[in-house]
């Protein structure tokens, strides 16, 4: 009765809504014929009349259980209230989505045939037929079926994407990812469950199998993921396939930076959002930190994205349970100094392997899902996930907010009629942005919109490096440097040049959310046919500098491609220290890694001259007339030297104090290059108190791959000591 009476109610707006589209085609037939008579010449032309119309649907999952934790059935929309911004909004539809929990080994279920289950699912709205027992899935990428807005494909079904990050996985973490998948495939799938597989590798997010609950398929394609495919056919398993490539300098982006892994993360969730229902993610990884050169804009993104499309992320922590020594095993050598005496060391480790998982943590914690963590039996993180969704209601209503601001706008549903029920839901929602339709004064609006945004725009991947020198006692010079894929830049032919520019806006807040510091600026680069042809492989950097007192600050910036409207975001927080409080070490600035060192009036199209170059002796990346271009990422080719370059203060000074210096490279916990000791007997900048060290060494010795590389600082008069150290990459 219900569905006929809803029928009878469509037909009857359906009616209406013909009659009044008549009604106007007969009003504007008779304007127009009004305005074609004799006379209407001499009226002046009214002006054309535009119609607009924007619908935004939301759509939510529900969950509404009572005081014993059972889902309530049976609800319909005129059950449910809803409000966004305070203002009341209508319901347009409510599905009850019944997931039950059964085994699939206890309902008797045949994988792949068409042996009934426990699940009813109507034929309109019933997934697509899986393939015939003991077929085998295409190893050609899939994608995610989607549906029509307000229509549930998957009815009664539970959903869950197996997502494997093989960019951070070595292969005892993939082996042990893929047994857990293989374990919970054959085992744990209840009927109600449909699984999806996705991996990112190479720089790429593939889609290697849509929903399907046949299990002969799934442990194909998750096998042949892990392994490689077979192309030869010689029973031996190829390489794992390369997947997609960022070109060469989204590759030096990719080393050092996990805001790929995120971004990737991001993009797979976005794969998920035109299915209505709830989804959960398990996401295999072995740790994911966000450290100095990587971007929290990128995370916030992330899980909002996931917010944005029900999805619920669970971590699931590759390496399972790590038991480490205090003082590390066979495989490194034994500390040194007084750490390993007082526990600092055994500290240090574990505290790294911690903020390893703070990310996954964080990730699962936002987006409504539990991370695993220390388990040796991985498939317990995807039993969690499964367990996670039980019986919801999707509930749909169009918003009477239509603007593409990207703000955040607060939802409450709650129930009428008094019924008493434990109701979850999504607290609200950002909208989406639209920023590339600007005019002028729109687009200067937009920059501005953009940065007070929560929820960052990340379609631009750009890098960043803060550093400090001291000038005085009291103020301090942080030089920023910025790059961006020259790849993720369009060009416009203007004047038979190629030419892109690229518009700066950031802001620099101190701990308690006070802007400091702002910049805005513009960068227009021309280029030749022969340098607009190597933009693809080349990033393009961009300089400024800023003058702070100590203490604790976050930058945001963003750039923005003001030929296509997209927009990048990086945020992070830094600190100054105050280096006059230093007592027990040498008192340093931060150390500046380079392989570019250009002169100061030579204008680069990939470098950009600001405001704080304008006095160059505030700039102490200059030098000899030549200014000395940080490596953002920190990915050095061989066949080039090193720059490195920092200071050392010595206070109360009046004439330099000796100090010597060297440079070490590690792999792992063997010493592959130290340089030669650098004596340093003059130099005392007489304000600062500034005695510069800088080195240059030839990299052509060393093998390509990951390194440790260190700057030791020593005053024999003082009996002290400074270090520094950061992980680096070498390339052929």
């Not at 597989?197 to 889609?207: A, D, E, L």
């Not at 150390?591 to 304008?614: C, G, I, M, T, W």
């Not at 004439?655 to 070490?664: D, S």
Request: some cysteine.
């Amino acid at each position: 009765m219900l569905n006929v009476k809803r029928k009878t109610e469509n037909e009857e707006r359906h009616r209406a809504f013909g009659s009044s589209v008549l009604r106007f085609a007969f009003y504007v037939c008779l304007v127009l014929a009004l305005c074609a008579a004799p006379g209407a010449a001499q009226q002046p032309a009214a002006p054309a009349a535009t119609f607009r119309s924007t619908t935004r649907l939301i759509v939510q999952t529900v969950s509404v259980k009572d005081k014993d934790g059972r889902p309530i059935e049976g609800l319909t929309a005129k059950d449910f209230a809803i409000t966004e911004d305070g203002e009341p909004q209508t319901v347009s539809f409510v599905e009850f989505q019944k997931l039950p929990t059964v085994p699939a080994s206890a309902s008797q279920v045949t994988v792949g045939d068409s042996t009934s289950t426990d699940i009813a699912t109507p034929a309109a709205v019933a997934p697509p037929p899986a393939a015939a027992a003991g077929a085998v899935a295409s190893t050609t990428d899939a994608r995610i079926a989607s549906s029509p807005p307000g229509d549930i494909r998957y009815r009664n079904r539970r959903l869950l994407v197996l997502y494997f990050d093989l960019t951070s996985m070595p292969p005892p973490d993939l082996l042990r990812a893929y047994n857990a998948a293989r374990k919970y495939i054959n085992t744990q799938m209840t009927p109600a469950d449909l699984v999806a597989v996705m991996g990112f590798q190479g720089g790429g997010v593939r889609v290697k199998q849509d929903f399907t609950d046949n299990k002969a398929q799934l442990l194909e394609v998750v096998q042949t993921l892990v392994f490689g495919e077979d192309k030869d056919g010689d029973g031996i398993p190829d390489t794992l396939e390369e997947g997609t490539s960022f070109g060469q300098d989204d590759a030096e982006f990719a080393i050092l930076n996990t805001d790929r892994q995120l971004s990737a993360l991001q993009t797979a969730v976005g794969m998920l959002r035109p299915l209505p229902d709830q989804k959960s993610l398990v996401y295999f990884a072995s740790g994911l930190r966000l450290n100095g050169v990587d971007n929290q804009a990128q995370l916030r993104a992330t899980t909002n994205a996931a917010l944005r499309a029900n999805v619920a992320i669970f971590p699931v922590d590759a390496r399972g349970l790590v038991a480490s020594a205090p003082l590390g095993d066979a495989t490194r050598a034994s500390p040194g100094m007084t750490a390993m005496l007082t526990g600092q060391a055994a500290g240090n480790l574990m505290s790294n392997f911690q903020r390893s998982q703070d990310t996954l943590y964080a990730l699962a914690k936002d987006t409504g899902g539990k991370a695993m963590f220390d388990y040796n039996d991985l498939s317990l993180g995807i039993v969690q996930a499964a367990q996670a969704v039980t019986s919801y209601y999707i509930v749909g209503f169009y918003s009477n907010h239509t603007a593409l601001d990207g703000k955040f706008h607060r939802v409450k549903i709650t129930l009428n009629g008094g019924l008493s029920a434990d109701v979850t839901y999504r607290q609200g929602y950002f909208a989406d942005k639209e920023f590339a339709k600007f005019n002028e004064a729109d687009k200067e609006r937009q920059l501005e919109d953009a940065l007070m945004l929560e929820n960052p725009v990340t379609e631009i991947t750009i890098a960043m490096e803060l550093n400090y020198f001291q000038l005085n006692r009291a103020e301090y010079f942080v030089p920023v440097a910025v790059k961006i894929p020259g790849s993720e830049l369009a060009l416009a032919r203007r004047r038979g040049a190629a030419r892109t520019m690229i518009d700066f806006i950031g802001e620099v807040k101190d701990e308690y959310g006070i802007t400091i510091q702002n910049v805005r600026d513009k960068l227009d680069i021309k280029l030749s046919d022969d340098t607009a042809a190597q933009l693809a492989k080349r990033p393009i950097q961009y300089e400024t500098g800023f003058t702070l007192l100590p203490g604790k600050y976050v930058i945001k910036f963003l750039a923005r491609d003001s030929e296509t409207g997209r927009v990048g975001t990086f945020q992070a927080a830094f600190t100054v220290p105050n280096l006059n409080r230093e007592e027990k070490r040498i008192p340093i600035s931060s150390v500046v890694l380079s392989s570019q060192r250009v002169p100061f009036s030579e204008a680069l199209y990939n470098v950009q001259k600001s405001d704080s170059d304008k006095n160059v002796n505030a700039n102490p990346l200059v030098f000899d007339g030549q200014k000395l271009i940080p490596s953002i990422t920190r990915v050095f080719s061989k066949s080039r030297e090193m720059f490195v370059f920092l200071q050392a203060y010595e206070r109360g000074a009046t004439t330099t104090q000796p100090l010597v210096a060297f440079v070490t490279f590690y792999r792992g916990e063997v010493k592959a290059l130290e340089t030669a000791p650098l004596p340093v007997t003059e130099g005392l900048e007489v304000r600062s108190k500034a005695v510069a060290l800088r080195f240059s060494l030839p990299l052509d010795s060393l093998a390509t791959g990951r390194y440790e590389c260190q700057v030791t600082v020593l005053d024999p008069a003082g009996q002290k000591a400074a270090f520094w150290r950061a992980p680096v990459v070498l390339v052929p």
